[in-house]
């Protein structure tokens, strides 16, 4: 019975391995991506080495006086140049931060944080769905879209 | 579609794709982008960055482009002094196309998280959304491991392919040899089949003490017609003689009727089989209100039947009426047990209470006894009051039974009637509060066995630190028999006590202990762990201490992984000293 089973097992094996496994597959180009995320925020946590984005959301409210928009790149090693630019709900750019640079001695950085800050004039009609896109080295690399709801600036 | 790229992942546990320099084609353009994600579960595909169309002489460009395969639609989107949006497609359609939160959550580091992903350079996803991979490298928990010529990325748990299919072969020293295996054929919207075969050799064992070996065979096979018409055929065997079969068809007139029909066969060990022709219909009339009825009439003159009519008038107003018969052969006798049952509801809920009657009348054609029973029950909503601090319901059930066999007449009646009174947190401190519940119940009957039950818990929280907290309960019950001046009953108490400690997400436990006041004694202690260990690692423990054994009962340990559409545990039992390790598809 015990001499069955082996050859049964031999049998599934041969059936799964022979057909298709390899040792050695073609070598990749390593991915090139190097950003970590990219958070919408209300509030900045400064208190540790890096910053941090506080109060993550993708909904703010109209009397909100700012909202950040906060990125995490790592493994960089050369001077980039990030963007910024925010567009209002009727779909026209109301903010472009020019290019930032970064890393200028071009080190090796393991981890990079940088943000940019929209100031809302509270008495604006700002309600609707904004979208703000961000460039690195003029090329894009992520948009993210938020709503501004009417409403109070303190939470009940 | 082909996915070409300098770096292509595969996620399994999540059914993901993230891949870098990709080309492929869409609605007869060449695209290629420097990102792509798609979400294979939720069918969404998205390419970012660089964005190049091609097709003749035509050139488009963009930064964003969200696209479905299926249906040949795409929206371009490009980021300048405004935002430009291009349909790409069938260009009358709407595009319902939008980013979403999931595409928010894939990212490369996320697919090089998983337990199992796949990298290669050449995907292919076909029309089942199946995804396949060419010379791709499977990663196991981060560690690159095995390389594929050609695999299907997304063989997931859950699917089939036509025909047969080999699942399982293990052999344990408790169950011997056991082999699953199935054939399915399905061809789609006409023809549905799955036969499973479970087989488990005993004989390999040592003293064994069943069967030397079983078989079971599972069969079930749906046909469709068209929309509203469909046959059935069901079929299950079992080594030991013990086998059935159903063919049944199925009919649906409109939105409103379904009408069945079956004949099953049903063999029992070493008893004569029985032929049942079944029928049955569901008619739903809308504000005439539903009626269903079903019979079945077996060759040996046994005969299954029911009849309801459901409605509900003026919104609030629900009406019940059922009722069935049954005549049913009694063992190898020849003697047919005949039933005729039937019963009425009628009820009414509001806002502030609400209101059942019922009847129900059982009669035994053969025994010749005929049960009657009818019921009210009328209850008050919860109702709360002090801001909502106290909330407080009663609730009654009366009951009349009257029981006829032959020249004897019986009958009685019982009613109970209950109260409840809770209230939400009360906040002594800010990290202590104290909240309480206390029923009170009463059960009189026409033979006097009253009870009188009452029950109150106190429950007190106090955090301590942030993440621990502190929480003490105490119950008192006490059930109280009544008859004349007679009291008699019992009581019990209990005591316990749980320390919760979440300081952070990674940690989570609480240790409990439960004392008996009345008898001065402790009881037992549970205690529970779990502690996020790295790459979505758990580690969870349970362990329970039975102080009047004076000794540990049980520890269970478990190291758990946790990977998107499936979770991976290793588990320790002390009680069965048992290591099991579970592949549990979520």
Same mark, same amino acid.
């Given at each position: 019975?015990?001499?069955?089973?082996?050859?049964?097992?031999?049998?599934?094996?041969?059936?799964?391995?022979?057909?298709?496994?390899?040792?050695?597959?073609?070598?990749?180009?390593?991915?090139?991506?190097?950003?970590?995320?990219?958070?919408?925020?209300?509030?900045?946590?400064?208190?540790?080495?890096?910053?941090?984005?506080?109060?993550?959301?993708?909904? #703010?409210?109209?009397?909100?006086?700012?909202?950040?928009?906060?990125?995490?790149?790592?493994?960089?090693?050369?001077?980039?140049?990030?963007?910024?630019?925010?567009?209002?709900?009727?779909?026209?750019?109301?903010?472009?931060?020019?290019?930032?640079?970064?890393?200028?001695?071009?080190?090796?950085?393991?981890?990079?944080?940088?943000?940019?800050?929209?100031?809302?004039?509270?008495?604006?009609k700002?309600?609707?769905?904004?979208?703000?896109?961000? #460039?690195?080295?003029?090329?894009?690399?992520?948009?993210?879209?938020?709503i501004?709801?009417?409403?109070?600036?303190?939470?009940? | 579609?082909?996915?070409?790229?300098?770096?292509?992942?595969?996620?399994?546990?999540?059914?993901?794709?993230y891949?870098?320099?990709?080309?492929?084609?869409?609605?007869?353009?060449?695209?290629?982008?420097?990102?792509i994600?798609?979400?294979?579960?939720?069918?969404?595909?998205?390419?970012?960055?660089?964005?190049?169309?091609?097709?003749?002489?035509?050139i488009? $460009?963009?930064?964003?482009?969200?696209?479905?395969?299926?249906?040949?639609?795409?929206?371009?989107?490009?980021?300048?002094?405004?935002?430009?949006?291009?349909?790409?497609?069938?260009?009358?359609?709407?595009?319902?196309?939008? %980013?979403?939160?999931?595409?928010?959550?894939?990212?490369?580091? %996320?697919?090089?998280?998983?337990?199992?992903?796949?990298?290669?350079?050449?995907?292919?996803?076909?029309?089942?959304?199946?995804?396949?991979?060419?010379?791709?490298?499977?990663?196991? &928990?981060?560690?690159?491991?095995?390389?594929?010529?050609?695999?299907?990325?997304?063989?997931? *748990?859950?699917?089939?392919?036509?025909?047969?299919?080999?699942?399982?072969?293990?052999?344990?020293?408790?169950?011997?040899?056991?082999?699953?295996? $199935?054939?399915?054929?399905?061809? &789609?919207?006409?023809?549905?089949?799955?036969?499973?075969?479970?087989?488990?050799?005993?004989?390999?064992?040592?003293?064994?003490p069943?069967?030397?070996?079983?078989?079971?065979?599972?069969?079930?096979?749906?046909?469709?017609?068209?929309?509203?018409?469909?046959? =059935?055929?069901?079929?299950?065997?079992?080594?030991?003689?013990?086998?059935?079969?159903?063919?049944?068809?199925?009919? %649906?007139?409109?939105?409103?009727?379904n009408t069945?029909?079956? /004949?099953?066969?049903?063999?029992?060990?070493?008893?004569?089989?029985e032929t049942?022709?079944?029928?049955?219909?569901?008619?739903?009339?809308? %504000?005439?209100?539903?009626?269903?009825?079903?019979?079945?009439?077996?060759?040996?003159?046994?005969?299954?039947?029911?009849?309801?009519?459901?409605?509900?008038?003026?919104?609030? *107003?629900?009406?019940?009426?059922? $009722?069935?018969?049954?005549?049913?052969? *009694?063992?190898?006798?020849?003697?047919?047990?005949?039933?005729?049952?039937? =019963?009425?509801?009628?009820?009414?809920?509001s806002r502030?209470?609400?209101?059942?009657?019922?009847?129900?009348?059982?009669?035994?054609?053969?025994?010749?006894?005929?049960?009657?029973?009818?019921?009210l029950?009328?209850?008050?909503?919860?109702?709360?009051?002090?801001? =909502?601090?106290?909330?407080?319901?009663?609730?009654?059930?009366?009951?009349?039974?009257?029981?006829?066999?032959?020249?004897?007449?019986?009958?009685?009646?019982?009613?109970?009637? /209950?109260?409840?009174?809770?209230?939400?947190? *009360?906040?002594?401190q800010?990290?202590?509060?104290?909240?309480?519940?206390?029923?009170?119940?009463?059960?009189?009957?026409?033979?006097?066995?009253?009870?009188?039950?009452?029950?109150f818990?106190?429950?007190?929280?106090?955090?301590?630190?942030?993440?621990?907290?502190?929480?003490?309960f105490?119950?008192?019950?006490?059930?109280?028999?009544?008859?004349?001046?007679?009291?008699?009953?019992?009581?019990?108490?209990?005591?316990?006590?749980?320390?919760?400690?979440n300081?952070?997400?990674?940690?989570?436990?609480?240790?409990?202990?439960?004392?008996?006041?009345?008898? $001065?004694?402790?009881?037992?202690?549970?205690?529970?762990?779990?502690?996020?260990?790295?790459?979505?690692?758990?580690?969870?423990?349970?362990?329970?201490?039975?102080?009047?054994?004076?000794?540990i009962?049980?520890?269970?340990?478990?190291?758990?992984?946790?990977?998107?559409?499936?979770?991976?545990?290793?588990?320790?039992?002390?009680?069965?000293?048992?290591? /099991?390790?579970e592949?549990?598809?979520?």
């Amino acid at each position: 019975m015990k001499k069955n089973i082996i050859i049964v097992i031999l049998f599934v094996l041969n059936t799964f391995l022979g057909s298709c496994i390899t040792f050695k597959s073609d070598p990749l180009v390593f991915p090139d991506n190097q950003v970590e995320f990219i958070h919408l925020c209300k509030g900045m946590d400064d208190s540790g080495e890096l910053l941090e984005p506080v109060d993550i959301q993708s909904e #703010f409210s109209s009397k909100d006086e700012h909202i950040n928009c906060f990125i995490k790149l790592k493994d960089v090693s050369i001077k980039i140049h990030l963007r910024w630019k925010w567009y209002s709900p009727d779909n026209k750019m109301v903010r472009d931060t020019g290019d930032v640079i970064i890393n200028q001695e071009e080190k090796y950085l393991g981890v990079v944080t940088a943000y940019d800050m929209l100031q809302l004039d509270t008495e604006d009609k700002n309600e609707g769905q904004w979208t703000v896109v961000v #460039f690195m080295n003029d090329k894009f690399i992520e948009s993210k879209t938020f709503i501004i709801k009417k409403g109070s600036r303190f939470n009940i | 579609m082909k996915l070409e790229g300098s770096y292509l992942a595969y996620s399994y546990d999540n059914r993901q794709i993230y891949g870098e320099n990709v080309k492929f084609n869409f609605f007869s353009y060449d695209v290629s982008c420097r990102y792509i994600k798609i979400d294979v579960t939720s069918r969404t595909f998205y390419a970012y960055g660089d964005i190049v169309l091609k097709k003749e002489d035509e050139i488009i $460009s963009g930064d964003e482009f969200l696209f479905d395969p299926l249906k040949n639609i795409g929206k371009l989107i490009s980021y300048k002094e405004g935002v430009e949006v291009k349909k790409i497609g069938d260009e009358s359609s709407e595009i319902p196309l939008s %980013k979403n939160n999931i595409l928010d959550e894939l990212s490369l580091s %996320k697919i090089q998280k998983s337990f199992l992903y796949f990298t290669g350079k050449l995907f292919q996803i076909n029309k089942d959304f199946e995804v396949y991979g060419f010379n791709v490298t499977l990663y196991l &928990e981060g560690l690159e491991s095995l390389g594929f010529k050609k695999f299907r990325l997304s063989g997931g *748990i859950n699917q089939r392919n036509n025909g047969f299919s080999l699942n399982k072969i293990w052999y344990t020293k408790t169950q011997g040899l056991i082999s699953r295996a $199935s054939y399915f054929y399905e061809k &789609e919207n006409k023809i549905n089949s799955l036969t499973q075969l479970n087989y488990e050799e005993h004989s390999v064992l040592k003293d064994y003490p069943g069967l030397p070996r079983q078989a079971d065979v599972m069969s079930s096979t749906t046909v469709n017609f068209n929309k509203s018409l469909n046959l =059935g055929l069901t079929g299950n065997y079992n080594s030991s003689n013990l086998w059935n079969t159903r063919v049944w068809l199925n009919k %649906k007139w409109g939105n409103k009727v379904n009408t069945q029909v079956d /004949v099953l066969y049903n063999k029992p060990i070493n008893l004569k089989g029985e032929t049942w022709l079944g029928f049955q219909s569901i008619i739903n009339a809308n %504000k005439l209100g539903n009626i269903s009825f079903a019979g079945k009439y077996e060759i040996q003159n046994q005969v299954l039947s029911s009849f309801s009519y459901r409605n509900t008038f003026l919104k609030r *107003i629900n009406f019940l009426l059922s $009722s069935s018969y049954s005549k049913v052969k *009694i063992g190898q006798s020849g003697d047919y047990s005949k039933i005729l049952s039937g =019963g009425v509801n009628l009820s009414y809920s509001s806002r502030i209470f609400n209101l059942s009657t019922d009847y129900y009348l059982n009669y035994d054609l053969f025994g010749d006894q005929l049960l009657s029973q009818p019921q009210l029950r009328l209850g008050l909503n919860p109702f709360q009051f002090y801001g =909502g601090l106290l909330s407080a319901s009663i609730y009654n059930i009366f009951i009349y039974n009257d029981l006829q066999r032959g020249e004897i007449h019986d009958n009685n009646y019982s009613n109970n009637t /209950v109260f409840n009174l809770s209230t939400k947190p *009360i906040f002594l401190q800010k990290s202590f509060s104290v909240n309480f519940n206390i029923a009170l119940e009463q059960f009189v009957e026409k033979e006097d066995r009253n009870f009188t039950s009452g029950g109150f818990i106190i429950n007190v929280k106090k955090g301590i630190l942030k993440g621990v907290s502190l929480e003490g309960f105490y119950n008192i019950q006490s059930r109280r028999k009544t008859k004349s001046w007679l009291i008699e009953g019992t009581t019990s108490q209990d005591l316990s006590t749980v320390l919760k400690v979440n300081p952070s997400k990674r940690l989570n436990g609480w240790l409990s202990f439960s004392f008996d006041p009345k008898k $001065s004694q402790w009881r037992q202690s549970f205690a529970d762990l779990s502690i996020e260990l790295f790459r979505s690692w758990e580690f969870h423990s349970l362990l329970n201490y039975d102080f009047i054994l004076k000794k540990i009962n049980n520890v269970d340990l478990y190291i758990i992984r946790r990977a998107g559409q499936f979770q991976l545990r290793f588990i320790w039992r002390s009680l069965s000293k048992q290591f /099991v390790v579970e592949l549990v598809p979520r």
